[in-house]
């Protein structure tokens, strides 16, 4: 029997065989050439289980690893084909044992002779080769529902030959391979299989740690965005016709939901309108074509949209170019579907420039129109809008106050109360702050941010309560007695600072 698929957009009911091949993508690729290596690591902190094994064992999470990079130099022998990366799709749908002849018929696509002919086909990427010693930009891929670490390989073999390591690990559930349904708790899952990875990926002596960026396809284009949510280490979002566009109001549920959060750069790529005739038919939510709410609701990015006139969902994956069965009330030809999937790895990789490596002509080519940049028709239509300031917090207060050692706290706090006149301190941040540097032994570095916090809320109890043991704790019995004695003013029932005093002996 054959595996079912699950794809929330797309149930073709009319279609016909796709005819193009991996050469036909026509690829600008840059001066690197491509290694790849795959692999598995495991998580220890969750549990999963094999249902092929049929033991209901469970054992730590597997997390299978595709890794794309800058090599040295082609080795022609250890050149990939289409075929190897299908193997590795089989890996992980946990179907090892299946002979590789029987891979289009048992996954996602048909056996057809034009299907065949793809698996033959030599890729960019070459095993078994060296990386280029440099420090590369990093890059975390989160593929579709339920699919494959390899199923965009073409544009991961185009980033790493433009000098981008890139790394995936398949769509799983929570407990096994299979996800819940597209549920809160899947988008959590995947984001921290992202944060898996960006952690595998700083261990690697050629990535530099401090520019990364995620890139989703579909449900990945969500859960992409819920990882940037928990993880400021990732420096830019790419959605490929993402999920975060339909299903926003499951990221929503999460308690790991913060929109303040999203403050890097955003790139979306979107399908086509979906047909009149298709959304009847496949009774699909007519507002898909015209809500973003999440794109709307992006303050403090500078975020761009792009949509794509002759793309259907299935083809921003290379997987879905070359063998997605078309479908005939909607799709483009061949053609046009392979020059949109060129343009989406092109504005990718500017996109990437822009904001991991700096570049401006990167920054200028998503600002062009189209047209500038040689998309030929209004095959592409942009529109874009820029970050707002983002209201400094007590947060980027307490990273700017570390770099004094929590010096000077008085003068840091007037200064940048003149730059930026909405800032304000909650009492019991700073409370918090300076109590947790007491305990972790930086005693004159939590006493100067509780003396900032009693010099900010003159009446509080609490603050000068909180002083009176930083100085208890520093051996100044004077000083904590004047603090404990502050406290009492404003809460004459404080026990604690009552005690205290006794113990002192004021």
């Known amino acids: 029997m054959k595996i079912v698929f699950l794809s929330i957009f797309l149930l073709f009911c009319r279609n016909l065989n796709a005819q193009v091949s991996y050469s036909k993508l026509s690829l600008p690729y840059g001066k690197y050439a491509v290694g790849f290596k795959h692999y598995i690591r495991y ?35 250890n050149q990939m084909t289409i075929e190897d990366y299908m193997v590795i799709l089989k ?54 529902y339920q699919a494959s670490s390899i199923e965009n390989f073409a544009l991961c073999e185009f980033l790493a030959s433009h000098g981008f390591v890139v790394i995936s690990s398949p769509s799983r559930g929570t407990d096994n391979r299979f996800l819940d349904g597209g549920t809160t708790r899947d988008i959590e899952t995947q984001a921290r299989d992202i ?46 016709d993402g999920s975060i566009k339909y299903q926003y109001q499951k990221i929503q ?15 979306f790529m979107l399908q086509k309108d979906i047909p009149i005739e298709v959304i009847k038919e496949d009774k699909i939510e007519s507002t898909l074509n015209t809500k973003f709410e999440f794109y709307d609701s992006v303050k403090y990015s500078d975020a761009y949209y792009f949509k794509f006139n002759n793309m259907t969902h299935s083809y921003f994956s290379s997987m879905g170019v070359l063998f997605q069965e078309r479908d005939i009330r909607q799709d483009k030809s061949d053609t046009e579907i392979m020059d949109s ?36 028709g209004e095959i ?30 008085d003068n840091l706090y007037n200064t940048i109360k003149k730059e930026q006149p909405t800032f304000k301190v909650d009492e019991w941040k700073a409370n918090t702050l300076g109590l947790t540097l007491l305990f972790k032994k930086r005693i004159q570095e939590g006493i100067n941010v509780l003396m900032l916090n009693t010099n900010l809320f003159p009446e509080s109890a609490n603050a000068y309560d909180s002083l009176g043991e930083g100085y208890l704790i520093a051996g ?3 000083n904590a007695a004047e603090s404990f004695k502050n406290s009492l003013k404003f809460d004459p029932q404080n026990k604690n600072a009552i005690n205290r005093l006794k113990q002192i002996g004021k």
């Open 253 to 267: 549920a999460s308690p790991y939901f913060n929109l303040f959060n999203v403050d890097v750069p955003f790139l």
């Open 195 to 240: 944060q898996y990875l960006i952690n595998e990926i700083e261990n690697l002596p050629f990535t530099d740690n401090n520019n990364l960026a995620v890139i989703g396809f579909s449900f990945g284009g969500i859960s992409n965005v819920l990882a940037q949510m928990m993880d400021k280490r990732i420096k830019a979002i790419i959605c490929l």
């Open 341 to 376: 999937y060129k343009w989406v790895n092109i504005y990718t990789l500017n996109f990437l420039n822009a904001f991991l490596n700096n570049q401006h002509r990167g920054k200028a080519f998503l600002e062009n129109q189209p047209a500038v940049n040689g998309v030929v």
């Open 43 to 77: 998580d220890s902190t969750r549990t999963y289980e094999r249902l092929s094994d049929w033991n209901k064992k469970a054992i730590a999470r597997p997390i299978p690893i595709s890794l794309w990079f800058p090599a040295k130099k082609q080795i022609q022998n």
């Open 380 to 409: 592409i239509l942009k529109k874009s809008k820029k970050s707002l300031t983002k209201p400094f917090s007590f947060e980027d207060f307490n990273l700017v106050a570390i770099k004094q050692n929590y010096n000077n706290l």
């Open 91 to 144: 890996e992980e749908e946990e179907w090892e044992v299946l002979p590789d002849e029987r891979i289009l018929d048992w996954f996602y696509y048909s056996n057809s002779d034009e299907n065949k002919s793809h698996l033959k086909e030599k890729v960019k990427a070459v095993k078994n080769t060296k990386p280029f010693q440099n420090k590369f930009p990093a890059v975390v891929y989160s593929p579709s």
């Open 476 to 478: 100044d019995k004077k």
